[in-house]
């Protein structure tokens, strides 16, 4: 079916807040075309169970789609209305399975050689809708902290390469207590701006929740995580399905199906973590990938005041060697793998902070465990300088501070 | 040194000075590994889905040169670490197709099989083809060689094979080792290698992709010393390196960097190119962009046969 015969008893299976925003826009929802009314759905049918600022970011949508006149419409969408959609795609249940639709018609893009113009369209469209879209007023400065490095008693190569151009790389700080400094700063903040998902703290061992802050580590999702590992190994023996079934199988699966609630607060963080293990390349495998990827669905999606990620050691990857002569020691760690994978962490989680607003005040530190390196960027910090003087990891923070 | 160039310290210093290097390179086509490698051996952007058991739709490199050149079967062998490459030897084109291909080894596949005979226990972690889909096993069909066609053919028992495979630290250099042994004992015209160690980059372990990496820049060099110091090649072959696209950029929204290749962004798309060989201009840098599709006409013209359906053109600088 085409948006233009779109019915409000259609949105019947919608969660509560998804299906009023349908009904009250379905007049818009109407004049979209096919290759887009589905994306914005399945931005939609979520929305109930979404962070405050991932709403924001779908009520913006609606507001500046509203906002054009009928000709300024056609004119803002006819770079995906002149798509070439094929008619299995029009036949789709794209009201209530989006998301495979979206699956669907991202094949298609890619086989009819459209999706240059699809990805040059979606760009200028978000483009538009964040410059239509009134900056939000943060409270005070973003701040993103990363802990790199435990269990290295030595960094075998320079650490912070790519991040060094971009603030003060101080070698000689006395970090004692780092993790506690540093969670105690995020706790004041917590405590100072109490922001829904405003505060985070990912660490790829274990956390715990505490007021104020949310808390996903690695190991609080280990049942989560054999589950899914049993299902993937299920679904992906020959005959069972392949890939493109197991991406569809994973895309539906919701914290109910791993016992844990999935509705209210506790209800959207669970949503939050079953996702970034369902539609997370390796987050199921490597706690370092799965702390950078949290990072960086936490940034996207909660765009949050506070963020402190802590990456340990993943497991060792065995060789082909070492696998074919039987070796089974009990599960071993590689820090110094884990150190270079949260090198690079750290490196994009820098880069999905600065994609939010507020960025040219925002702060960021890098800190290698349980040693004397920090990189910290701030603005008035002198981009690309070294500090070799002794110093401590407070006075680092606080001459973070003392730049805004 | 321009960052990452630590890594591939053997395609700086040893090849590229003996090589025409393109540095731009680009793929139009869909950035899947299967279906991209068998758009470079078609020389047409292949639309099939990339992880379908199905032949590429176009007639393959080894079909024009068999056909047009009168080769036997012998005369070209594909080595593909990953199980999802099964069907790249042969197209489903009508014209050329069945019996026309060159043959395939899956070297990995073929451990799996010793293993099982010999009665150890199956290595999920070995057959593993892909990490976007971690544990997929896919199904196998076309022209591959089994396990005792393999050891007849290189003149290898099973046992060594074993043995050897060991003493290898990964897939692709079990494939390499495979390919040795190839040209060792059948000596192929055209041989087609695909490694494939670096896919790890989706598991989002940046530490493992760059061991892959400079693994990967290790094996070409030794392939290329191979190549120089068996008697049927040296002196008379002409190597292409290239990988099959880019990865997403480190700043577009819609990636995650190195992990994957989905954006369709200009670094996706982008690769390079060197060849190496006699006639081939050493030490040259090509800047002009060229097509992934240009590869096997310009092989074509190398070898003296016609890829008639190619969309792609011989490289002006090499032939």
């Known amino acids: ?404 | 040194m321009p960052d990452g160039q630590e890594n591939i310290p053997h395609l700086l210093n040893e090849l590229i000075p003996q090589a025409s290097f393109f540095t731009q390179v680009v793929n139009h086509g869909i950035l899947g590994h299967y279906v991209a490698t068998a758009s470079l051996a078609t020389g047409v952007y292949e639309t099939f889905n990339n992880f379908a058991a199905v032949p590429p739709n176009n007639p393959t490199v080894f079909e024009y040169f068999r056909k047009d050149l009168n080769r036997p079967a012998t005369d070209t062998w594909v080595v593909a670490p990953s199980n999802g490459f099964n069907r790249i030897g042969e197209s489903g084109n009508r014209l050329y197709g069945e019996g026309l291909g060159a043959g395939v080894i899956l070297p990995k596949r073929l451990l799996s099989a010793a293993l099982q005979g010999a009665g150890e226990p199956q290595y999920e972690h070995l057959l593993r083809d892909n990490y976007e889909t971690p544990l997929y096993t896919p199904e196998l069909a076309g022209n591959r060689v089994d396990l005792h066609e393999m050891a007849e053919l290189l003149k290898m028992s099973v046992s060594e094979f074993t043995t050897h495979a060991r003493n290898v630290a990964s897939p692709d250099e079990l494939s390499v080792y495979i390919a040795h042994q190839l040209m060792h004992q059948l000596a192929p015209s055209l041989l087609w290698i695909t490694l494939h160690d670096i896919d790890i980059a989706h598991s989002g372990a940046y530490s493992l992709y760059i061991d892959a990496i400079r693994r990967c820049d290790r094996l070409c060099a030794e392939i290329w010393k191979t190549i120089q110091s068996e008697p049927e090649y040296a002196g008379k072959t002409t190597m292409f390196i290239l990988p099959d696209f880019g990865r997403d950029s480190d700043t577009d929204p819609g990636g995650n960097g190195f992990q994957h290749h989905r954006t369709g962004d200009a670094l996706s798309r982008t690769t390079w190119m060197m060849a190496l060989g006699p006639g081939v201009r050493q030490n040259a840098v090509i800047d002009r962009p060229l097509e992934s599709t240009d590869l096997v006409p310009t092989i074509g013209s190398l070898l003296g046969f016609s890829a008639r359906f190619s969309q792609g053109k011989p490289v002006a600088e090499l032939t």
Not at chain 1, 44 to 72: C, H, V
Not at chain 1, 92 to 117: K, V, Y
Not at chain 1, 205 to 234: F, H
Request: charged fraction near 20%; aromatic fraction near 10%.
């Open chain 1, 1 to 404: 079916m085409q948006p233009s015969t779109l019915d409000v008893q259609q949105f019947g299976k919608y969660p509560p807040l998804a299906r009023q925003i349908a009904v009250e826009n379905i007049a818009l929802l109407r004049e979209l075309p096919l290759a887009f009314a589905p994306l914005l759905l399945r931005e939609l049918i979520g929305y109930d169970w979404k962070f405050p600022a991932e709403r924001r970011e779908i009520d913006s949508q609606f507001k500046y789609l509203a906002s054009l006149t009928p000709q300024q419409r056609v004119a803002e969408l006819q770079p995906f209305a002149q798509l070439s959609l094929s008619s299995n795609l029009e036949n789709l249940d794209w009201i209530n399975d989006p998301a495979g639709f979206s699956e669907r018609l991202s094949a298609h893009l890619w086989t009819s050689h459209q999706m240059d113009g699809f990805r040059t369209a979606s760009l200028r469209y978000v483009d538009k809708v964040h410059a239509a879209t009134p900056k939000p007023v943060l409270p005070f400065y973003r701040l993103g902290i990363v802990i790199v490095g435990g269990g290295v008693a030595e960094a075998t190569s320079p650490l912070f390469r790519k991040l060094r151009p971009q603030g003060v790389y101080f070698s000689n700080v006395d970090a004692a207590n780092g993790r506690a400094v540093l969670l105690d700063l995020v706790r004041q903040r917590a405590a100072r701006y109490p922001i829904p998902f405003g505060h985070w703290y990912i660490d790829g061992a274990k956390n715990q929740a505490e007021p104020g802050i949310t808390a996903v580590c690695y190991s609080g999702l280990d049942q989560v995580r054999i589950a899914l590992v049993d299902k993937m190994r299920e679904v992906m023996q020959p005959g069972n399905g392949g890939p493109e079934y197991l991406r569809s199988l994973l895309a539906r699966m919701r914290p109910e199906d791993f016992g844990l609630p999935g509705n209210g607060e506790a209800g959207v963080l669970n949503r939050f973590q079953v996702s970034v293990l369902t539609e997370g390349s390796g987050t199921q495998l490597f706690s370092t990938t799965f702390v950078q990827w949290t990072a960086r669905e936490a940034l996207r999606r909660a765009q949050p005041l506070t963020l402190l990620a802590r990456f340990t050691p993943r497991q060792h990857e065995q060789s082909m060697r070492d696998l074919l002569a039987g070796v089974k020691e009990a599960p071993q760690l590689d820090p110094q793998g884990s150190l270079v994978d949260a090198n690079m962490g750290a490196y994009y989680t820098w880069i999905n902070q600065q994609r939010l607003a507020g960025a040219e005040q925002s702060r960021f530190l890098v800190w290698f465990e349980n040693h004397k390196e920090v990189l910290a960027i701030a603005p008035g910090l002198q981009h690309g300088s070294v500090d070799n003087r002794a110093t401590t990891l407070p006075a680092v923070l606080a001459k973070m501070t003392d730049q805004s």
